[in-house]
């Protein structure tokens, strides 16, 4: 027999569905139907769950899987993730190679996903075989954000040219550098000379700059953003002192003779 709770938590979270909202906090949902007790709607919640209608993803926020994800039992995180870091009260950005897909970049799919946030860190979620990262930063550069539509609304990304210098910054973390330049090689097509503004050069290690604009230059073959890069560092007065293109590998009896002041210590592939 199916009890009342069940009918009721199941058609409120038909009508969050038909809003567009593919996610919940169990406050929410003890708000709207304040008939019923804690128990009762954590049981509800449970049989849902063992039906797989709803999966909680962290502690009392779940999310509603449709027909259409059932086979996988969970969603495209594009589709909960802004509702979910404004759930936990955090400034975000998706970033690396699952911005890149957003800017054209289908070189590489992402098996992992990066939301870079503020502090305390935040452990990294594993659920159903989708893995969310995510990387505490000291401040979410809002200026250097854009806003992406989905089906659930918007969500926010790291715009083109963030999206190359963290890919740099953090390319340990995507597979190593050959992967960072492959996709690198992509973006370049959509970063424009002007976006090399005061905010990204504050918000960005020099060091990833550095090596940004050498690849840039070298492997990129782009004299136009490699120099417009160059020009912005020299303006605000930034010092280029000498730093390997390969961060722990070994740098003696490697050159460094590029106006970057980049120890080239590791030899770039691409496909191209």
Same mark, same amino acid.
């Given at each position: 027999?199916?009890?009342?709770?069940?009918?009721?938590?199941?058609?409120?979270?038909?009508?969050?569905?038909?809003?567009?909202?593919?996610?919940?906090?169990?406050?929410?949902?003890?708000?709207?139907?304040?008939?019923?007790?804690?128990?009762?709607?954590?049981?509800?919640?449970?049989?849902? /769950? =063992? +039906? &797989?209608?709803?999966?909680?993803?962290? $502690?009392?926020?779940?999310?509603?899987?449709?027909?259409?994800?059932? #086979? %996988?039992?969970?969603?495209?995180?594009?589709?909960?993730?802004?509702?979910?870091?404004?759930?936990?009260?955090?400034?975000?950005?998706?970033?690396?190679?699952?911005?890149?897909?957003?800017?054209?970049?289908?070189?590489?799919?992402?098996?992992?996903?990066?939301?870079?946030?503020?502090?305390?860190?935040?452990?990294?979620?594993?659920?159903?075989?989708?893995?969310?990262?995510?990387? /505490? =930063? +000291? &401040?979410?550069?809002?200026?250097?954000? $854009?806003?992406?539509?989905?089906?659930?609304?918007?969500?926010?990304? #790291? %715009?083109?040219?963030?999206?190359?210098?963290?890919?740099?910054?953090?390319?340990?973390?995507?597979?190593?550098?050959?992967?960072?330049?492959?996709?690198?090689?992509?973006?370049?097509?959509?970063?424009?000379?002007?976006?090399?503004?005061?905010?990204?050069?504050?918000?960005?290690?020099?060091?990833?700059?550095?090596?940004?604009?050498?690849?840039?230059?070298?492997?990129?073959?782009?004299?136009?953003?490699?120099?417009?890069?160059?020009?912005?560092?020299?303006?605000?007065?930034?010092?280029?002192?000498?730093?390997?293109?390969?961060?722990?590998?070994?740098?003696?009896?490697?050159?460094?003779?590029?106006?970057?002041?980049?120890?080239?210590?590791?030899?770039?592939?691409?496909?191209?």
């Amino acid at each position: 027999m199916v009890e009342t709770s069940d009918i009721s938590v199941a058609d409120w979270l038909d009508r969050v569905l038909a809003a567009g909202r593919y996610s919940f906090s169990k406050e929410a949902l003890q708000s709207e139907l304040p008939e019923y007790s804690d128990i009762a709607v954590k049981r509800a919640l449970n049989r849902l /769950s =063992i +039906k &797989g209608k709803v999966l909680s993803i962290s $502690k009392g926020y779940y999310l509603i899987i449709p027909p259409q994800y059932a #086979s %996988n039992g969970i969603l495209p995180p594009h589709l909960y993730l802004d509702a979910f870091m404004k759930y936990l009260d955090r400034p975000y950005y998706l970033g690396l190679l699952n911005a890149a897909v957003f800017f054209g970049s289908a070189h590489q799919k992402p098996q992992e996903y990066y939301v870079f946030t503020s502090f305390p860190v935040l452990r990294p979620t594993k659920k159903k075989g989708t893995k969310i990262n995510y990387v /505490s =930063i +000291k &401040g979410i550069p809002e200026k250097l954000l $854009k806003k992406q539509k989905t089906e659930a609304g918007y969500l926010q990304i #790291s %715009n083109e040219v963030l999206t190359a210098c963290d890919l740099i910054q953090y390319e340990k973390r995507i597979g190593g550098i050959n992967r960072a330049v492959a996709v690198l090689l992509e973006l370049t097509e959509v970063i424009r000379v002007e976006s090399f503004t005061p905010e990204l050069l504050q918000h960005t290690h020099v060091t990833a700059l550095q090596r940004l604009g050498y690849l840039l230059e070298e492997v990129c073959q782009n004299k136009l953003l490699s120099n417009a890069l160059y020009e912005a560092l020299q303006k605000q007065g930034r010092q280029l002192f000498r730093i390997p293109l390969k961060p722990g590998k070994r740098t003696k009896g490697y050159s460094s003779a590029n106006r970057w002041n980049v120890i080239v210590n590791v030899q770039i592939e691409t496909d191209e």
